[in-house]
């Protein structure tokens, strides 16, 4: 079945600087490569996401990247502010209608 | 709008107690999940209901974990007897099936912290 590997655990960066998280994937049947952000006690919420068509997805400061290839995407967060701090986890699935399997887990802290 | 919810927030019990955890997803939302994430690890699938049929349960644990969505609307996940290794938070998330006018992203609830002792 899928496994999902994410990287870093934890990230620590100042204020204005870029983070960027990795994540693997091993079923190359996988489409779908959705990012959620968990702030400290709430739900995940769906920041970015990008199907296998496509290599590269931007919304504002959030971008996210695929190599198919290399079973490889990430996460790409420029000019990083206090309130994206908080606990970001990748996903792959078939298709977004099937079950995602996560990675575990990267905890942002952006120091001001 | 409103969101996915679930009930309890949070439960206590002891191991051999038996807990229903209860989501009620967004209105129209035919695809409705279980997740489970322990002590810090990843978020794990547990099953996907489409409407009233499981459509996948191959992240159910063992068999005293049932889950239920009688008449497609909300659903129930019972654990019974808990054990230690139940613990963790769980998360019901609910999708409408990809389509042209939308992507099918899961939303999830704020989920519910369960403690076995």
């Known amino acids: 079945g899928e496994n999902v590997e994410q990287h870093p655990s934890t990230l620590s960066v100042q204020e204005g600087d870029s983070a960027v998280i990795k994540c693997t994937y091993s079923d190359s049947a996988s489409n779908y490569f959705p990012w959620y952000k968990q702030e400290l006690g709430k739900r995940p919420q769906l920041i970015i996401d990008?199907?296998?068509?496509?290599g590269e997805k931007k919304d504002q400061r959030i971008a996210v990247t695929l190599n198919k290839t290399a079973k490889h995407f990430s996460l790409h967060i420029t000019e990083t502010q206090p309130e994206d701090s908080a606990v970001y986890f990748c996903a792959a699935s078939l298709d977004s209608s099937y079950k995602l399997i996560f990675g575990s887990g990267t905890r942002l802290l952006v120091r001001p | 709008e409103a969101g996915v919810t679930q009930f309890p927030s949070h439960s206590v019990i002891e191991k051999g107690q038996t807990v229903t955890l209860r989501c009620d997803p967004i209105?129209?939302?035919?695809?409705l999940y279980w997740y489970r994430r322990v002590m810090g690890k990843e978020i794990k699938f547990l099953l996907h209901?489409?409407?009233?049929?499981?459509?996948?349960e191959s992240g159910m644990p063992n068999n005293r974990f049932l889950a239920e969505r009688t008449g497609g609307t909300y659903s129930t996940l019972k654990v019974q007897p808990a054990e230690l290794e139940d613990s963790g938070v769980y998360f019901c998330?609910?999708?409408?099936?990809?389509?042209?006018?939308?992507?099918?992203?899961?939303?999830f609830g704020p989920g519910t912290r369960l403690t076995v002792l």
């Open positions: 209105s129209g939302h035919d695809n």
């Open positions: 998330a609910s999708s409408y099936p990809p389509s042209g006018h939308n992507s099918g992203e899961q939303f």
């Open positions: 990008i199907r296998s068509n496509v």
């Open positions: 209901f489409v409407k009233e049929s499981k459509q996948d």
